[in-house]
């Protein structure tokens, strides 16, 4: 469990070190902004390439051996983003990098999400709030040393996933069922019979029912993943706007990112005591109220990490219901992480071309209309997969 933290921590420096590193690449390679971004869009292509090739491989190759070819993917990427002489081989190495960093954040959550019974929800909020810590490590490196030494970070970091191979040991090499994960509770076992309730009947169709389940966490995760990515990307604009400094609104950024993590830690012990629909429920509730206080301009810092902490908890908390209410459909998790990193990658553009008609300051308004679509999302998800009154 320690391993794969720290595996985790590693997965959030990777993706956090591209941005900083583009004043270095555009001087190196002699690169447009646009041509210099394209390293962490290779990264999320391959991060998506990654979650379904090896979700493909879950069931007929051990868990062990596909997290140790993961960790190297990701360790040969880095070295060759690295070192590569040109830029078309850095993109290449990213993709590489980015297809192992696909397979261990998909390989880990799925194995978390199954492997500790009442406790999965729980423990997958502490493996992701990992991730925050690289993603908060991996600028404050860059800050360091400066951008021009982005080669040794990329070795450096490439070099520390190679110890991890030594911990697979402790991984069980083929993954017990959701159904069957601690069924010494008597507590564990209602719950996955209650959530399994609307589609395991007797001689009862499942196939309609599962997709329309299995669309509709779709799009929670694409659109929570969007606003994650929204705030992330415009908060600092935004700021601006309305009169603060560029050194006000990149520390309230940072903020942001940094209440995103320790969310992840305080829903811990919250997943121990509140079942997943309600935690997702308050989360995207919270969500929503924080971003309409983000359009007032005095308050704007203090909502915006109020949407880091409410946000926190939905990506960990929803893996667990998901493979409670869809126990046959096994690549649903796969399907449903995918579309999360194509949301991140759409985001962007979308929210730009919405904005360049709309006005920077109406972005927590948008955003909060993309949450409030999250809230109704999770309230169907609720009322469908609720144990049907006998």
Request: positive net charge; charged residues 10%; hydrophobic residues 55%.
């Amino acid at each position: 469990m320690v391993a794969s933290c720290f595996g985790f921590v590693l997965i959030g420096v990777l993706q956090a070190l591209y941005g900083p590193s583009i004043p270095a690449l555009r001087e190196e390679f002699g690169l447009s902004p646009s041509a210099a971004g394209l390293g962490l869009s290779a990264h999320f292509a391959g991060g998506v390439a990654g979650v379904l090739l090896f979700d493909r491989r879950f069931g007929r190759t051990g868990n062990r051996r596909i997290l140790a070819v993961a960790y190297l993917l990701m360790a040969a990427g880095a070295a060759g983003f690295a070192l590569a002489p040109d830029w078309p081989l850095a993109i290449l190495a990213a993709l590489l990098a980015g297809i192992g960093f696909g397979g261990i954040d998909y390989g880990l959550n799925r194995l978390f999400a199954t492997g500790f019974g009442r406790r999965s929800t729980a423990m997958l909020n502490i493996l992701n709030a990992h991730f925050g810590v690289g993603a908060i490590l991996g600028p404050a490196l860059i800050g360091i040393v400066g951008s021009e030494h982005y080669p040794a970070l990329f070795l450096v970091f490439a070099l520390a996933n190679l110890p991890l191979l030594l911990c697979l040991r402790g991984v069980r090499d083929h993954a017990p069922q959701p159904a069957s994960a601690d069924t010494a509770s008597a507590d564990t076992a209602s719950a996955e019979t209650e959530a399994r309730a609307p589609y395991t009947g007797a001689g009862t169709p499942v196939g309609a029912a599962l997709r329309s389940v299995l669309a509709v966490f779709v799009t929670l995760y694409v659109l929570h993943v969007g606003i994650e990515a929204g705030v992330g990307g415009w908060e600092p604009t935004h700021l601006e706007s309305v009169g603060y400094g560029a050194g006000a609104a990149a520390t309230a950024t940072s903020v942001y990112w940094l209440m995103m993590t320790v969310g992840r830690f305080l829903a811990a012990p919250i997943a121990l005591r509140l079942s997943a629909q309600t935690i997702i429920t308050v989360s995207c509730a919270g969500m929503t109220a924080c971003l309409l206080l983000a359009a007032i301009p005095d308050v704007a810092p203090y909502a915006y990490a109020g949407v880091g902490l409410f946000i926190a908890p939905i990506f960990p908390t929803g893996l667990p219901w998901l493979s409670r209410v869809a126990p046959g459909a096994r690549r649903a998790g796969a399907i449903v992480m995918a579309a999360s990193m194509l949301g991140g990658v759409a985001a962007g553009p979308a929210l730009g071309k919405i904005i360049e008609w709309s006005g920077v300051r109406a972005v927590p308004l948008i955003l909060a209309a993309v949450s409030a679509a999250c809230l109704a999302a999770t309230l169907w998800l609720t009322r469908t997969t609720r144990r049907p009154s006998p």
